[in-house]
């Protein structure tokens, strides 16, 4: 049976990325091991570059730039350190992701190297390349779709030299990813988009370490220190929302988790998820998921019992 994947995440919101080994800096989630979620994967990031492909269901991408629909077949390529979030399209309905993670030592070798500097630099220091969509209806998307497999396959067989030939097959993809990269024009210097990055992931940080207390944007803000304006600013910029619905869509995921996997009280998992009383929390949950909280238990756990 798939498992509902539990993502590693430090104070910072940083996803730790788990390899086969050490020597070999590349992961794959698939197969058995494929990413399956009926709640939402929450705001994170990662120092490695992502490929994801959509193998079951449909998702909803969110960047700060850029919020897209994929269905089955589709993909997207996410660059190091990009914020992101993503939603099943469809209550309860299982998602299933095939998602390809390697750093920059898996194309370029060492730090420094003549492949790091030409290459693989260009694409991390590119901030404006948060992510691209690739659409299985699209002529030039299809191919690099194609290579995605060939790289699951690669990687799940685990044949004789495999290790080479995904090496290979990345460095091809790289070339697209590349031209990406020199294609984006950047509107915001990098400096300034740095520092931006920085404060809404201690912001980030500060509401997921409090979600189940009582805070406000002034207590949000004053965790870098910012004004409560600059604060609004920041995360409707990178996440187009405001803290508040952060702060809401925070709680809710933690509210999920708690459905799903205790037999905690609606009322109990209300207090806990700081929303103060069940019905406030009933009515919440409603609007985002279109079923009370004990509905979405209830078909949480029929379809962990239908699944084979």
């Keep these: 049976m798939p498992k509902v ?69 589709d993909g997207i390529f996410i660059n190091s350190g990009v914020l992101h979030y993503l939603h099943p399209l469809e209550p309860c309905r299982e998602a299933r992701l095939q998602t390809q993670f390697f750093d920059k030592s898996f194309l370029a070798g060492s730090l420094g190297s003549l492949l790091d500097i030409k290459y693989v630099a260009p694409v991390l220091d590119q901030r404006q390349l948060e992510a691209v969509p690739l659409y299985r209806s699209d002529p030039e998307s299809k191919g690099f779709l194609e290579c995605l497999q060939k790289g699951v396959e690669l990687c799940s067989r685990k044949e004789e030299f495999f290790e080479l030939r995904l090496r290979n097959l990345f460095s091809e993809l790289w070339e697209s990813i590349y031209r990406w990269a020199a294609q984006k024009e950047s509107s915001t210097p990098s400096l300034r988009r740095s520092i931006e990055d920085d404060r809404i992931k201690q912001m980030m940080r500060y509401v997921q370490a409090h979600f189940s207390e009582k805070i406000s944007v002034s207590s949000i803000a004053a965790s870098i220190p910012i004004s409560e304006r600059e604060c609004y600013r920041l995360f409707q910029n990178s996440m187009g929302i405001t803290p508040i619905e952060y702060l809401i869509s925070v709680r809710l995921q933690n509210a999920q988790s708690l459905l799903m996997n205790t037999n905690k009280s609606i009322l109990d998992i209300a207090l806990e998820t700081g929303f103060g009383s069940s019905s406030y929390f009933g009515k919440i949950f409603r609007s985002h998921h279109r079923l009370t909280p004990a509905q979405y238990r209830n078909l949480s756990r029929q379809k962990a019992l239908a699944a084979p």
């Design 5 to 73: 994947e539990k993502m590693d995440l430090d104070s910072s919101l940083k996803e730790t990325i788990t390899y086969e080994s050490q020597m070999l800096h590349y992961g794959l989630y698939t197969a058995g091991y494929q990413r399956v979620f009926q709640a939402d994967i929450p705001w994170h990031w990662h120092d490695e570059f992502e490929l994801g492909y959509i193998s079951g269901g449909s998702v909803v991408y969110q960047t700060s730039g850029l919020t897209v629909t994929l269905h089955e077949g």
